[in-house]
């Protein structure tokens, strides 16, 4: 029975990719979850039972679904998926009397009892079987440094000089036990003080040098920590901010926080852990050498006890790297579920939920706090294998080297004396301290894959397809066009658009209304480049927006999102969002156009009054009407509002509605509310995936619609087309 590995989900919904990909590495088949989103775009919202067997036929997998008892689980073809908690996918891969062991993909590998699974488990299962069309799969290459950082200035030249300076360092460390020996062999024996005088002095001189070169040798490497650091982070955060916006709606915030801080634990390990091994592997064979000059046979019980700390050291990876993977995701959750809270935390008050919440983050705590408990556990257990290994090594060393004294003072010949033993003794601890931190440094590397794994998810992420150069695109008009447009979220997901077809002048101004949830935003992210039309085109003055570049189009629109936020900074800061050269007079002049600058004058420190985190302390019209100051301050040619003035109140409403009139833009605005519409020239209603266009809106048909409810609307504009 094939026995799969712990893969863990990445996307919030992907539990039966991470499924699938398991037992199909399992069976040989090795693939990844990257792999797997691109042979089966998994849909936002997660896969039904149906989608998961057409994904394993795909793979080369039968699928048999199985409605079964608790009991019967033993009876199942192991690996199988277990239906978990209404919601979520798991891997079952033994049953052992009373104790089930699965792999769930959401936290790894897990024990359970049958009273436990009684309490997730569904009743429903998917036997997965290999047939003829299933081909087996080698492992993908290593994911290269290169492509997880990008391109970093300097890095060799610099470790080069760290490197040499080291080596000198180690010279002198193989000299040092040196001293002892004279000392004993030729200093004490002879009485000889002016020897001892002149060696003081010799290896004084040494220890100077040596503690000159310690220091220069950390300061280097503290400079390349950071000078690294900076570079990779940079590199990195630069590519997550061109990440398509669908990357961050799939995933938690906690998550890609915990992915993004893997830079630090490879930028650590490669200009600490490197240069370390490196000299570590040096001295290892310059210690080595030294110890077979003295004596052969007790350098073979050194090399014996340092290969079974190594064997010890290799039995304990893959619980270690278990532990720690799960420890990361677990961590990972933990800290979404502590800034959920906080941004949540006035409805968790109304509602009565903040004990609930704090029992909910104190189990994931926990969950953390028992995945350190087996790291440690595992630590103890080497470390304590470790000293009795060496501890026992030691002491058959000193027997064995106290005999082979002795030996050769009896018969005359001394072939190792009490000097060479000394020195033996300190070549040998160097020894078996450079190897044991050389093989604990492997081990180290080995665990880096983990971070780099979990760093691929970002770094290897295909960034948003906008490689144009920034040019001004004055010379189009701002007119916007959908031609022939389908999308939907996922394969198994219904069309939100079909063939959809829409043409928005320059300077019109267009009203998006429809029944919630029948793809308003969605059509906007579409019009905006935010999200990729599946089929079809769109086009901005008439030319494909991917000729033209997706950041040279969004520099000529201004938006209000229904999820738009405001940042740590000033009201001031908000409207010219952060402008390196903001222009006072044309801030005030937006507020004014917004109809919030009276509100700002009454606040006692005015335009530079603070704004809380994500404009905490600001009342939901005045947030609206400041992200409205925003777009406008952007001069663009066509201002997009979504919802952007639902917390208003009719009379304000319409006073920034007659204000927006007197721009020379082109607006898309999606609205429920009948004012809101019948300000508008020409309706669109989005309705089961058509645009319904109506005809453009005169006074009298501008009181009918506000005078009629959505529904009533909808019949109108079906009869005005």
């Known amino acids: 029975m094939p026995r799969p590995t712990p893969i863990l989900q990445a996307e919030m919904a992907e539990c039966g990719l991470a499924c699938l990909a398991m037992i199909a590495t399992a069976h040989g088949a090795t693939t990844t979850l990257p792999e797997m989103r691109r042979r089966f775009p998994g849909a936002l919202k997660g896969m039904r039972l149906s989608d998961l067997i057409a994904a394993a036929a795909g793979l080369g997998f039968s699928g048999r679904p199985l409605k079964l008892p608790l009991a019967m689980l033993g009876q199942l073809a192991l690996p199988c998926v277990l239906h978990w908690d209404m919601n979520h996918f798991v891997v079952l891969t033994r049953v052992r009397g009373d104790q089930v062991t699965l792999l769930d993909p959401a936290v790894g590998e897990r024990r359970l009892s049958l009273e436990e699974v009684s309490t997730h488990f569904t009743g429903v299962a998917l036997e997965l079987t290999p047939v003829a069309e299933f081909k087996t799969a080698a492992p993908a290459p290593r994911i290269s440094l290169r492509a997880l950082t990008g391109r970093v200035l300097g890095l060799r030249r610099s470790l080069l000089q760290i490197l040499l300076v080291a080596i000198v360092l180690e010279l002198f460390a193989i000299l040092a036990p040196l001293f002892n020996q004279m000392v004993v062999d030729d200093v004490l024996t002879s009485g000889d003080r002016d020897l001892l005088t002149v060696l003081a002095i010799g290896f004084g001189l040494l220890l100077v040098a040596q503690t000159a070169l310690g220091f220069a040798r950390s300061w280097m490497v503290i400079v390349l920590s950071q000078t690294l650091s900076l570079q990779w982070k940079s590199n990195t955060f630069s590519h997550l901010l061109r990440l398509p916006v669908a990357f961050f709606e799939k995933r938690h915030l906690g998550d890609v926080t915990s992915r993004f801080g893997s830079v630090d634990a490879i930028q650590r390990t490669l200009t600490t852990a490197a240069i370390e091994a490196a000299l570590d592997g040096l001295m ?307 507020a004014v156009l917004a109809r919030i600058d009276e509100d700002i004058r009454r606040m006692p420190m005015g335009y530079q009054t603070p704004v809380g985190d994500l404009g905490s302390g600001l009342s939901g019209g005045q947030k609206q009407r400041l992200l409205l100051a925003r777009a406008i301050y952007a001069k663009p040619r066509v201002l997009a509002l979504d919802e952007a003035t639902s917390h208003l109140d009719v009379e304000r409403e319409r006073a920034v509605t007659d204000n927006l009139r007197q721009l020379a833009v082109t607006r898309l605005v999606i609205a429920h509310r009948p004012d809101t519409i019948a300000g508008a020239d020409r309706v669109v209603v989005l309705e089961a995936g058509r645009l319904v266009e109506a005809r453009s809106v005169n006074d009298e048909w501008a009181a009918r619609v506000a005078a009629m409810d959505l529904s009533a609307l909808l019949a109108a504009t079906r009869k005005a087309t």
């Open 284 to 590: 290892g064979v310059a210690a080595l050498a030294m110890m077979l000059m003295y004596s052969w046979r007790l350098t073979l019980v050194v090399v014996v006890a340092v290969a079974l700390y190594a064997g010890v050291r290799w039995l304990s990876y893959r619980p270690l790297r278990d532990a720690s993977a799960e420890r990361l995701i677990v961590a990972a959750k933990e800290d979404t579920h502590f800034l959920e809270t906080l941004r949540a935390i006035t409805p968790l008050k109304l509602f009565g939920r903040d004990e609930e919440r704090r029992a909910r983050w104190q189990n994931l705590v926990v969950e953390v706090q028992n995945r350190d408990f087996r790291t440690a556990r595992l630590g103890m257990v080497f470390g304590t294998a470790s000293t009795l290994i060496f501890g026992v090594e030691n002491l058959v060393v000193l027997v064995l080297g106290a005999r082979l004294v002795l030996d050769g003072q009896q018969a005359g010949a001394v072939a190792l004396t009490v000097g060479m033993l000394f020195a033996f003794t300190s070549y040998k601890s160097q020894f078996t301290s450079r190897v044991s931190g050389l093989i604990d440094k492997t081990i180290e590397f080995r665990m880096l894959g983990l971070h780099a794994e979990r760093l691929a998810d970002i770094a290897l992420e295909p960034p948003e397809p906008d490689d144009h150069a920034i040019h001004e695109l004055a010379h189009l008009a701002p007119s916007l066009e959908l031609r022939d447009v389908s999308f939907r979220y996922g394969p198994q997901e219904p069309w939100v658009l079909r063939h959809a077809n829409l043409t928005v002048p320059a300077g019109a101004s267009i009203a998006i209304t429809g029944p919630s949830g029948s793809g308003k935003t969605t059509l906007l992210k579409l019009l905006l480049g935010l999200l990729p039309p599946e089929e079809g085109e769109v086009l901005y003055g008439g030319v494909p927006m991917r000729q033209l570049g997706l950041r040279n189009v969004r520099r000529q629109v201004g938006t209000v999102m229904q999820d738009d936020v405001l940042l740590t900074g000033s009201l001031a800061d908000n409207i010219s969002f952060f402008d390196v050269q903001p222009d006072m007079a044309r801030i005030e002049s937006c």
